[in-house]
Structure formats: C-alpha cells, structure tokens
C-alpha cells in the first residue's frame, strides 16, 4: 500500500480506491466510495477483489513491494465477504501479483513481471501448438530481442549472458544440465533487452519449450555445435552488433528446430520400453 510523508514528516495514512483511510467514516460510506470509483463491472465477488487491486495499482495507490491491507479491510472497501476476499487474493497469487510472506502478510510482488506459463501449457494441450508452430514463435520472438539486445546490455547482463555460455561448454556431457543453462541463457538475453513485456514472454514460452525439450535432449548428438552457437550470439551481443546478434540467433533457433526433429525422430524409432524421458 502506498505511502508518504505526514505533516509532521512520518506516514501517511494507507490510501485505497476510495481515498485514504478516515477512521471516522462510516463503513457504508467507504463501500460507496469503492463503488462509484469503479470503472469495471465485475462478474463475481472474487473479481471485485481482483478488480480493486488492479485499480489500486493504476492510480499508483499500490507500488511493488506494498503491503496489502488486511482480509477485513479489503472486504470492507469492496463490499465483499472475507471468504471472496480469499478467493480473490488466490486468483492474483496464482497470475504472479501478489506474493505471502509467511508472517508478515501478503504484498505486491516486486521482483521482473513474468507470466504463468502454465496458461500456457493448457492451451498448448487444448488447442495442440506443434512443434513447427512453436519455434516460429520463438524465432520472431528473439531474433528482435537478440537484437535490442546487442543495442541496450549493461555490463552486468553481458557477464550473466556469458556465464551461461561457460557453463554450457562445461554441461557438454550432461544434456539435461546443458538444457537448463540453455534455457538461462535465453532468458538473460531477453533480460538485456531492456524490454520487461519481451523478457516476461520470452520467460513464458522457454518454459513450454523446456517441458518439451526435456524428453528427447538425451538423444541430442552434438550439445558442442550448440554452445557455439550460443556463444556467437553472445559475441555479437558484447561487440553491440544487433544485426548479427539477429542472424546468430535466427540460425540458432533453425539448428535447434533441427536438433528436436532429429531427436524427436531417435525416439520414436525406438522399440517400447527402451530410453524414456528424462526425469
């Protein structure tokens, strides 16, 4: 919850939707202050909950790292009950919002935005994404980012994007370790784009693409043209060369795509009960 200087040069007062807290007004007067401020229409007591906090969080009342007010304070400024208040706090704890603190409450998370990959996963399982389907989203994906990449990195995230390279080359003989540096690698490029919505996708879909990879990368013939691979876009990041970060990370990506093929094909062809996927 977001707070200032008093007159006397402590705290203020927590301020919510309907303005900072007044003692001295009525319960039924703060509920229809939360109302009328509302621009939404929420569908269930749980999504006004949701709703309020999101609110909150526009109007800068709430910042990352606040602390929210307690269950019987939420419920009384949006008119709901302490269970729908629980309801609604599980909902932007399972989307990434809010995180518990175990004694001290429940707060506005403050670390990189990330998505819920496990959206999608369902999605993926529903609507069945293809293989082909989903590195032609990682190629338009990260050939931009490999790019911006190369043009915004601070030292820091040029080191954090070589220590993933080192520790590829030193994992070339443990495929499921050399896939976990990988997928870091992947992620601390888009770190260093400068963009917090390209890193929280890219984040996303390496997930999906980790869960996939994990099953067939024993099979994978030669982790030592990969790590190249990797460390040619980290080259190119380093000497701040944004085109030819985009070309090594497009020719990497079509190499893995290979890579997976190939893989995926060993797998299948072999008989039942022989390999297996990774733990």
Known sequence: MSQSPGPSGGRRAPVFAGG????????QRVRDAAWRQSSRTPTSA???VVEHVRTLLERGALAPGDRLPPERTLALYTGVSRS???VGLRALATMGIIQSRHGSGTFIA???PALESKTLHFLAALHGFTRDEMFEARRLLEVGVAGLSARRASGEQVAAI???????FASLDSPLDFLRHDIRFHRAVAA???????????EMLSEVFYERRRATVDRARDLK?????????????????AAGAGEAMNRHLQLAYEAQLSEERSRAA???????ALP
């Open 20 to 27: 900072p807290i007044d003692r001295g007004v009525s319960e």
């Open 84 to 86: 729908s208040v629980r």
């Open 192 to 202: 260093a784009s400068g963009n917090p919505i390209l890193a929280s996708l890219v």
């Open 110 to 112: 403050d670390g990189p």
């Open 162 to 168: 070589a220590e993933e390279v080192t520790s590829m």
């Open 46 to 48: 749980a999504e006004t």
């Open 225 to 241: 043209e990969s790590a190249e691979m990797h460390r040619r876009i980290y080259m190119a990041i380093r000497q701040r060369d």
């Open 270 to 276: 072999e008989p039942a009960g022989v390999g297996g």
